[in-house]
C-alpha cells in the first residue's frame, strides 16, 4: 500500500512555512492474527519527503519488523532539519505472512492489520536558534573542517537517509584507522558576554551509519572553554560501536548530548568527531553535526493593559506574530454525529510547562460537544492555529488526531458533558507533541480575586468576524468576578472564543481561566472555567503523553448511558479487570450527592474511581500490562433483586494518570445477563 499527500493542499501549510523544516512525524501501528507457531509476520514500511517535482529530499526505510501475535506494535520515524523545498509526503508498507519450517499452518484465515498510519507537521511558534557548524554533512566538501588524524571523502547520495540534516551529502571514512575532524566555534561575534554568562542550555548532536558489511565505531566530544582557553565541560559520547546495517538502506544512529551549568566566561565550543571502520574497503558515515544555544528567555516589563488601546471594547489584533498572542490559537473541531454537522470553530492557548510538549488548552466541549448526538459527540479531528489573523497563519496549523485529544474527567462525570453545569469543569486539550523551544506559551495560575478585578479575554469571537473563515483575532479588557470553580466573565466575545485564554490584565503571560460559555442560560453574564490545583495537575499530566511502562497510579473510568427511551436501568453494573471483577460499581461511584440515586439513567455521564481497590489487587500495575488486556462492563444478573430491563451502553471511556486511555463507543443493548468485551488500546 502506498500514498502521497499533498503537503500545501492536504496539510493546510503554506510553501514559505515548509521551508523552515519544521518537524514532520510519520507513525503506524501493526498487528498480526498467526496463531501459536505455524507462521511468521513481518512489515516494512518506507516513507520520504519529496520536493515540487516529487523528487526524494528525505528516505527512511526499515527492514522487515517480526510481528508477534495478537500484540500491536507501534513504529514510524521524524524528519526535522532537511533545509527548504519540501511539499509532499509520499508513504508505502508491506506485509508478508511467512511459514514457520516445518511446522503445519495451525490457523485458518492468518492476517496482518495496519493501522493507525499518521503523519503531523509540528508547530514553529518559535524561530530555531541558529546553527553554529559549518558544512556540517559535507555539502561544501571539507570546508570548515580540520582533519587532524586519517582522512575523509565525501559520499554524495546516502545523506538521503539521515533524518536530521539536509541535502544528500555525508562525510565518508577514508582510512581504516582512527578518522578524526574537528571544529572550532567562536561565539563572541554571534552572542554577548551577558547571553553567555546565564548559561543557557547548549544542545550537540550528529548522526552516524555504518554501511552494509561494515562495523564501525564512533565518538562525538565537544567541548566548552573561555577566553584562556581553559576546557568548563565537555560532553563525550563515549565510544559507540555500530554493526554492519542490514536493512537495505542506510540507517543512520542519532547521538544527542546537552551542555549546561557550566559557568560564566564561555567564549569558543570545539566538536570533534571521531570514527573507524573495521572492514577494510568499507566507510562509515556521518552526517547532520548541530551545536545550538537556546538562550534563556529575556524579563520583559509585562504590558498593563489597562493603559493600552486594549481596553477597547473588542480590539482586534493586528500584530499575532508577538507574545501573548502569539501562543492563542484558533481552533477547528470536526464531529461525525447521527447527521450532518459543520465543524465547530473555537479557540484555545498553547503552554509547554518548560518541557518537550506542547498542547493547546480549550474548551472540553470543543473535544466532546453533547450537541452532536448521543455518543456521537466526540471530535474525530482538530486543527490548532497558533497566532493566526485572518487567513493568514504565521505558525502554520497543525492537525490532531482524536488519539490526541484530552478532556477533563470532570467534565463527564460531574458536568454530565454539559457547558451550563453549576461546576465549570470544561476544559480538554489538543496535544501537538513534540516541540524544541522548552520556554513557550502562557503560564497556568489560580486566580486570586477576593473582589473583582481587571482582565483580559484573547481570542476568536466569531460574533466580531464576518465570517467562520475570517478568524481575526481580538482583545477585551473585562471585570473577573470569581465564584468557586468558575469566573463571571463580563464580554462581549460570542461563540468562537470557547477556549480563550482569560488573564491578568497585569500580567498577560499568565492564563487563569478557560472562557467557555458566553452568557446563555442560567448565567446572565459570561463564565470561564478557573483554573485550580487540580485543573493545572491535568494540564501538567497532558503534556506528557502517556508511556507504556508508566506505573499506574490513577485509574477511573466514565459509563455513558444512551439518551434515548428506556435505555437506564435500575440494576447494577460490573467491571472486570484483568480478569478480576469489580461489583457493584456504585461503591466506585464520584460524582455530586444528588446524582447518586441516579446512576446508569437515561443520557447519565457515570464516573468511577477504581484506583485503591485496582492497585490493591494489582500492586505495581503498568501501562503495559492493560495494554491488549481485555475488559468487560455487565450488569448484575442477581435473581434476588429481581427481573430488570436491558440497558444500552452508549461509551466508556477509561482515564489513567489522569490522561485519557481508552474510549470506546459501545452503543449496545444489554440484557441482565449480558455484557459488552473490548480491548485497552492508547486511544
Given at each position: 500500500?502506498?500514498?502521497?499527500?499533498?503537503?500545501?493542499?492536504?496539510?493546510?501549510?503554506?510553501?514559505?512555512?515548509?521551508?523552515?523544516?519544521?518537524?514532520?512525524?510519520?507513525?503506524?501501528?501493526?498487528?498480526?492474527?498467526?496463531?501459536?507457531?505455524?507462521?511468521?509476520?513481518?512489515?516494512?514500511?518506507?516513507?520520504?519527503?519529496?520536493?515540487?517535482?516529487?523528487?526524494?529530499?528525505?528516505?527512511?526505510?526499515?527492514?522487515?519488523?517480526?510481528?508477534?501475535?495478537?500484540?500491536?506494535?507501534?513504529?514510524?520515524?521524524?524528519?526535522?532539519?532537511?533545509?527548504?523545498?519540501?511539499?509532499?509526503?509520499?508513504?508505502?508498507?508491506?506485509?508478508?505472512?511467512?511459514?514457520?519450517?516445518?511446522?503445519?499452518?495451525?490457523?485458518?484465515?492468518?492476517?496482518?492489520?495496519?493501522?493507525?498510519?499518521?503523519?503531523?507537521?509540528?508547530?514553529?511558534?518559535?524561530?530555531?536558534?541558529?546553527?553554529?557548524?559549518?558544512?556540517?554533512?559535507?555539502?561544501?566538501?571539507l570546508s570548515g573542517w580540520s582533519i587532524t588524524t586519517g582522512s575523509f571523502t565525501i559520499?554524495?547520495?546516502?545523506?538521503?537517509?539521515?533524518?536530521?540534516?539536509?541535502?544528500?551529502?555525508?562525510?565518508?571514512?577514508?582510512?581504516?584507522?582512527?578518522?578524526?575532524?574537528?571544529?572550532?566555534?567562536?561565539?563572541?561575534?554571534?552572542?554577548?558576554?551577558?547571553?553567555?554568562?546565564?548559561?543557557?542550555?547548549?544542545?550537540?548532536?550528529?548522526?552516524?551509519?555504518?554501511?552494509?558489511?561494515?562495523?564501525?565505531?564512533?565518538?562525538?566530544?565537544?567541548?566548552?572553554?573561555?577566553?584562556?582557553?581553559?576546557?568548563?565541560?565537555?560532553?563525550?559520547?563515549?565510544?559507540?560501536?555500530?554493526?554492519?546495517?542490514?536493512?537495505?538502506?542506510?540507517?543512520?544512529?542519532?547521538?544527542?548530548?546537552?551542555?549546561?551549568?557550566?559557568?560564566?566566561?564561555?567564549?569558543?565550543?570545539?566538536?570533534?568527531?571521531?570514527?573507524?571502520?573495521?572492514?577494510?574497503?568499507?566507510?562509515?558515515?556521518?552526517?547532520?553535526?548541530?551545536?545550538?544555544?537556546?538562550?534563556?528567555?529575556?524579563?520583559?516589563?509585562?504590558?498593563?493593559?489597562?493603559?493600552?488601546?486594549?481596553?477597547?471594547?473588542?480590539?482586534?489584533?493586528?500584530?499575532?506574530?508577538?507574545?501573548?498572542?502569539?501562543?492563542?490559537?484558533?481552533?477547528?473541531?470536526?464531529?461525525?454525529?447521527?447527521?450532518?454537522?459543520?465543524?465547530?470553530?473555537?479557540?484555545?492557548?498553547?503552554?509547554?510547562?518548560?518541557?518537550?510538549?506542547?498542547?493547546?488548552?480549550?474548551?472540553?466541549?470543543?473535544?466532546?460537544?453533547?450537541?452532536?448526538?448521543?455518543?456521537?459527540?466526540?471530535?474525530?479531528?482538530?486543527?490548532?492555529?497558533?497566532?493566526?489573523?485572518?487567513?493568514?497563519q504565521p505558525f502554520g496549523c497543525l492537525s490532531v488526531s482524536a488519539s490526541n485529544m484530552?478532556?477533563?474527567?470532570?467534565?463527564?462525570?460531574?458536568?454530565?458533558?454539559?457547558?451550563?453545569?453549576?461546576?465549570?469543569?470544561?476544559?480538554?486539550?489538543?496535544?501537538?507533541?513534540?516541540?524544541?523551544?522548552?520556554?513557550?506559551?502562557?503560564?497556568?495560575?489560580?486566580?486570586?480575586?477576593?473582589?473583582?478585578?481587571?482582565?483580559?479575554?484573547?481570542?476568536?469571537?466569531?460574533?466580531?468576524?464576518?465570517?467562520?473563515?475570517?478568524?481575526?483575532?481580538?482583545?477585551?479588557?473585562?471585570?473577573?468576578?470569581?465564584?468557586?470553580?468558575?469566573?463571571?466573565?463580563?464580554?462581549?466575545?460570542?461563540?468562537?472564543?470557547?477556549?480563550?485564554?482569560?488573564?491578568?490584565?497585569?500580567?498577560?503571560?499568565?492564563?487563569?481561566?478557560?472562557?467557555?460559555?458566553?452568557?446563555?442560560?442560567?448565567?446572565?453574564?459570561?463564565?470561564?472555567?478557573?483554573?485550580?490545583?487540580?485543573?493545572?495537575?491535568?494540564?501538567?499530566?497532558?503534556?506528557?503523553?502517556?508511556?507504556?511502562?508508566?506505573?499506574?497510579?490513577?485509574?477511573?473510568?466514565?459509563?455513558?448511558?444512551?439518551?434515548?427511551?428506556?435505555?437506564?436501568?435500575?440494576?447494577?453494573?460490573?467491571?472486570?479487570?484483568?480478569?478480576?471483577?469489580?461489583?457493584?460499581l456504585s461503591s466506585y461511584w464520584v460524582g455530586l450527592p444528588r446524582d447518586r440515586n441516579?446512576?446508569?439513567?437515561?443520557?447519565?455521564?457515570?464516573?468511577?474511581?477504581?484506583?485503591?481497590?485496582?492497585?490493591?489487587?494489582?500492586?505495581?500495575?503498568?501501562?503495559?500490562?492493560?495494554?491488549?488486556?481485555?475488559?468487560?462492563?455487565?450488569?448484575?444478573?442477581?435473581?434476588?433483586?429481581?427481573?430488570?430491563?436491558?440497558?444500552?451502553?452508549?461509551?466508556?471511556?477509561?482515564?489513567?494518570?489522569?490522561?485519557?486511555?481508552?474510549?470506546?463507543?459501545?452503543?449496545?443493548?444489554?440484557?441482565?445477563?449480558?455484557?459488552?468485551?473490548?480491548?485497552?488500546?492508547?486511544?
Amino acid at each position: 500500500m502506498s500514498r502521497t499527500v499533498d503537503l500545501i493542499a492536504e496539510g493546510n501549510l503554506t510553501a514559505g512555512y515548509l521551508d523552515q523544516a519544521p518537524p514532520i512525524d510519520i507513525s503506524l501501528y501493526a498487528r498480526a492474527n498467526i496463531g501459536d507457531g505455524s507462521l511468521n509476520g513481518t512489515l516494512s514500511f518506507a516513507v520520504s519527503l519529496l520536493d515540487a517535482n516529487q523528487n526524494a529530499i528525505k528516505t527512511y526505510q526499515t527492514a522487515d519488523v517480526t510481528l508477534a501475535h495478537g500484540r500491536w506494535i507501534g513504529g514510524g520515524c521524524s524528519f526535522y532539519g532537511y533545509g527548504p523545498g519540501a511539499r509532499y509526503l509520499s508513504y508505502s508498507h508491506s506485509a508478508a505472512l511467512v511459514p514457520t519450517d516445518n511446522e503445519p499452518i495451525r490457523i485458518y484465515f492468518p492476517s496482518i492489520s495496519v493501522t493507525g498510519i499518521e503523519a503531523g507537521v509540528h508547530l514553529a511558534i518559535e524561530a530555531e536558534p541558529p546553527e553554529l557548524v559549518t558544512n556540517p554533512s559535507g555539502a561544501s566538501q571539507l570546508s570548515g573542517w580540520s582533519i587532524t588524524t586519517g582522512s575523509f571523502t565525501i559520499d554524495p547520495a546516502n545523506g538521503l537517509y539521515c533524518l536530521g540534516s539536509a541535502g544528500t551529502t555525508a562525510f565518508a571514512t577514508g582510512s581504516s584507522d582512527w578518522n578524526v575532524m574537528t571544529q572550532s566555534i567562536d561565539l563572541s561575534s554571534t552572542y554577548t558576554a551577558a547571553q553567555l554568562d546565564s548559561q543557557p542550555t547548549i544542545s550537540v548532536s550528529d548522526w552516524i551509519c555504518a554501511m552494509p558489511s561494515c562495523v564501525c565505531q564512533y565518538e562525538l566530544i565537544v567541548s566548552l572553554l573561555n577566553a584562556a582557553g581553559t576546557v568548563m565541560q565537555t560532553f563525550d559520547s563515549g565510544v559507540i560501536t555500530l554493526p554492519a546495517n542490514t536493512s537495505d538502506a542506510p540507517s543512520f544512529i542519532y547521538v544527542p548530548g546537552d551542555l549546561d551549568n557550566y559557568g560564566s566566561g564561555l567564549q569558543t565550543i570545539t566538536i570533534t568527531r571521531r570514527a573507524l571502520s573495521e572492514t577494510n574497503g568499507t566507510s562509515a558515515l556521518l552526517a547532520g553535526a548541530s551545536v545550538v544555544i537556546y538562550l534563556n528567555p529575556v524579563e520583559v516589563q509585562e504590558t498593563d493593559m489597562r493603559d493600552e488601546a486594549a481596553t477597547e471594547v473588542g480590539l482586534r489584533i493586528s500584530d499575532t506574530q508577538v507574545e501573548p498572542y502569539k501562543w492563542v490559537t484558533a481552533t477547528k473541531s470536526e464531529f461525525v454525529g447521527k447527521s450532518a454537522k459543520p465543524p465547530t470553530w473555537g479557540s484555545g492557548w498553547a503552554i509547554t510547562g518548560g518541557g518537550p510538549n506542547l498542547i493547546v488548552v480549550t474548551a472540553a466541549h470543543n473535544v466532546y460537544d453533547s450537541e452532536s448526538g448521543s455518543g456521537n459527540g466526540w471530535a474525530t479531528k482538530g486543527t490548532v492555529a497558533p497566532g493566526q489573523s485572518g487567513a493568514t497563519q504565521p505558525f502554520g496549523c497543525l492537525s490532531v488526531s482524536a488519539s490526541n485529544m484530552q478532556i477533563s474527567f470532570d467534565y463527564l462525570a460531574i458536568d454530565q458533558a454539559s457547558v451550563m453545569a453549576e461546576q465549570s469543569s470544561d476544559y480538554g486539550a489538543f496535544c501537538a507533541g513534540y516541540i524544541k523551544q522548552p520556554r513557550l506559551g502562557f503560564t497556568p495560575a489560580i486566580p486570586t480575586l477576593s473582589a473583582p478585578g481587571l482582565g483580559v479575554i484573547i481570542g476568536y469571537p466569531g460574533n466580531l468576524n464576518t465570517s467562520a473563515s475570517q478568524r481575526a483575532m481580538f482583545s477585551e479588557q473585562v471585570t473577573l468576578v470569581s465564584s468557586g470553580t468558575a469566573l463571571g466573565v463580563p464580554t462581549i466575545f460570542g461563540a468562537g472564543a470557547s477556549g480563550s485564554p482569560i488573564c491578568r490584565s497585569s500580567d498577560t503571560s499568565t492564563a487563569i481561566g478557560i472562557f467557555v460559555n458566553a452568557g446563555r442560560w442560567p448565567w446572565s453574564t459570561p463564565q470561564a472555567t478557573a483554573l485550580s490545583d487540580s485543573v493545572i495537575a491535568d494540564l501538567t499530566a497532558w503534556l506528557t503523553p502517556l508511556g507504556e511502562d508508566d506505573e499506574v497510579t490513577d485509574f477511573r473510568f466514565v459509563v455513558q448511558t444512551a439518551n434515548e427511551s428506556f435505555a437506564g436501568t435500575d440494576a447494577g453494573i460490573s467491571v472486570t479487570i484483568c480478569e478480576i471483577q469489580y461489583r457493584p460499581l456504585s461503591s466506585y461511584w464520584v460524582g455530586l450527592p444528588r446524582d447518586r440515586n441516579s446512576q446508569n439513567e437515561r443520557g447519565r455521564w457515570d464516573g468511577y474511581d477504581l484506583t485503591a481497590a485496582l492497585l490493591q489487587d494489582l500492586p505495581g500495575l503498568l501501562v503495559s500490562d492493560l495494554l491488549n488486556s481485555h475488559f468487560t462492563i455487565g450488569m448484575i444478573n442477581n435473581d434476588e433483586i429481581g427481573y430488570f430491563a436491558p440497558w444500552k451502553l452508549a461509551s466508556v471511556i477509561f482515564f489513567i494518570n489522569r490522561r485519557r486511555f481508552t474510549l470506546r463507543e459501545a452503543n449496545v443493548w444489554l440484557s441482565p445477563s449480558g455484557a459488552y468485551t473490548s480491548t485497552f488500546t492508547l486511544s
